[in-house]
């Protein structure tokens, strides 16, 4: 079983829609859960942390469900830029962060 | 301020080969980490440098191996190259700061493509 585990996708959404991403893990002692966001051919970059008490960012939702060990981003009035693979990571202390494998979105104008 | 750098950008090996990797940090961190992204999956952890020193590592093979110069950048080398070992590989730097359990988040740097054939 892989440790952080997500639905490849593709999701194809209309502009102005609303996407939900979900993720499970199976590492207990994981302590720390990110969403990163990552362009074609190009580096993942921290889209945001995840907390237990869930957090938002603009249009974005995050929420941590650490007795499921579920995790969840909430893309609200989807843009076209925001067309991308979102990766899943869970991490445990300053150490090694451990990926999904990514949700590939593309909006759809 | 210059982000995480990474050298080569793209890399043509063959089979058996050696290669070497480099990495330098983002100013100001003294953290290094490794990752290996084939196509369609996620980044895979390979190790992680601090104090010029591997402090963890990832489940790969000897044939992975790694170096922190005082300056805190990096390489990566990897010897008797397979075609497996074609991906993205990815350096991440990062401030190690309030002990073990404190995340301080890791900004990766644009990847060296590795192909094997």
């Known amino acids: 079983r892989k440790e952080v585990e997500q639905d490849p996708g593709p999701f194809n959404v209309p502009e102005g829609a609303t996407v939900a991403f979900n993720c499970t893990y199976s590492?207990?002692?994981?302590?720390?859960f990110f969403w990163y966001r990552q362009d074609c051919r190009k580096e993942p970059k921290l889209l945001m942390s995840v907390y237990s008490s869930g957090n938002e960012d603009g249009r974005f939702t995050a929420q941590l469900n650490r007795a499921s060990q579920y995790i969840s981003l909430l893309i609200r009035d989807s843009k076209l830029s925001d067309s991308a693979t979102y990766l899943c990571?869970?991490?445990?202390?300053?150490?090694?962060?451990?990926f999904g494998k990514g949700t590939k979105l593309s909006v759809i104008p | 301020d210059a982000g995480v750098t990474q050298s080569p950008t793209h890399l043509i090996k063959t089979r058996g080969q050696q290669v070497t990797l480099r990495c330098s940090p983002k100013s100001g961190h003294d953290t290094v980490s490794w990752y290996q992204q084939a196509l369609g999956q996620g980044p895979q952890f390979i190790f992680q440098y601090y104090e010029e020193e591997e402090r963890q590592r990832g489940n790969f093979p000897d044939r992975f191996s790694g170096h922190q110069f005082p300056n805190y950048s990096s390489e990566l080398n990897v010897n008797a190259l397979l075609l497996g070992d074609s991906a993205l590989y990815l350096c991440?730097?990062?401030?190690?700061?309030?002990?073990?359990?404190?995340?301080?988040?890791?900004?990766f740097g644009p990847g060296t493509r590795l192909t094997v054939l």
């Open positions: 590492n207990s002692a994981s302590q720390s």
């Open positions: 990571v869970s991490g445990a202390g300053s150490y090694q962060l451990t």
């Open positions: 991440a730097s990062s401030q190690t700061s309030g002990g073990a359990f404190s995340y301080n988040e890791q900004f």
